[in-house]
């Protein structure tokens, strides 16, 4: 069984620049979370999803980030004007409703 | 809101030695209990799950005793290999999936 994936694996930037990262979970995993994971720190989540639905996005900072899953499949995850402050792993989560999740390899972004 | 305690930092050990990573969490609820490993560049892997009846979960050699009374989780093995050298998260969720990590601990296991 395929595991979640995640594009780029790694991104460099400069501030102000917009960035996106793809994130392709478990066939059938109807939950998708992202996290942000500072350097030296645990994951902290951002946002989640139940198939297409956002049902906590509370910890997304609204002015700069934004993130979708149309279909409830793939889902985007968007910086608009990055800051050297998201410096940091983003990573991608799916799991089947409340169960374990399963977490991609990652994307690591460097804001200059 | 939720937290995750957990020791901090570097825990350098000998091979053969036992492991002992401690986590204590908060809530104003009875959460499950993780613990995630990640290897260098790699993706976190669920270690262990804590369980509704009290069972103590294993895994590669792996174990923790969720303790309500003291709020604890503390991960466990009785002699570490080289292979174990990774980092640690302990993480709190409950119903609503919602998963609250600790800062992690990193583990080094020398020869």
């Known amino acids: 069984e395929a595991g979640v994936t995640q594009s780029p694996r790694y991104a460099v930037l400069q501030e102000g620049q917009a960035v996106s990262f793809w994130c392709d979970p478990i066939?059938?995993?109807?939950?998708l979370y992202w996290y942000q994971q500072p350097r030296d720190q645990g994951p902290q989540l951002l946002v989640y999803?139940?198939?297409?639905?956002?049902?906590?996005n509370s910890q997304l900072p609204s002015d700069r980030f934004s993130a979708v899953r149309p279909k409830g499949t793939n889902s985007t995850l968007k910086i608009q004007s990055a800051k050297q402050g998201d410096t940091a792993t983003y990573l991608c989560?799916?799991?089947?409703?409340?169960?374990?999740?399963?977490f991609g390899p990652g994307t690591r972004l460097l804001v200059l | 809101g939720d937290s995750v305690t957990q020791t901090e930092g570097l825990v350098t050990l000998t091979e053969g030695l036992p492991v002992m990573l401690n986590c204590t969490y908060q809530?104003?609820?009875?959460?499950?209990l993780f613990w995630y490993v990640q290897h260098l560049n790699e993706a976190p892997k669920l270690l262990l799950k804590?369980?509704?009846?009290?069972k103590r979960p294993e895994h590669q050699g792996f174990h923790a005793t969720l303790h309500k009374s003291s709020s604890s989780f503390h991960l466990q093995k009785s002699s570490a290999q080289l292979s174990d050298s990774a980092l640690y998260y302990c993480?709190?969720?409950?119903?609503?999936?919602?998963?609250?990590f600790g800062k992690g601990t990193k583990l080094s296991v020398k020869s």
């Open positions: 993480a709190s969720g409950g119903s609503n999936a919602k998963l609250t």
């Open positions: 066939s059938g995993h109807d939950t």
């Open positions: 999803f139940r198939d297409e639905a956002v049902i906590d």
């Open positions: 989560a799916s799991a089947p409703g409340t169960d374990t999740q399963y």
């Open positions: 809530s104003t609820y009875s959460p499950f």
């Open positions: 804590s369980f509704t009846d009290n």
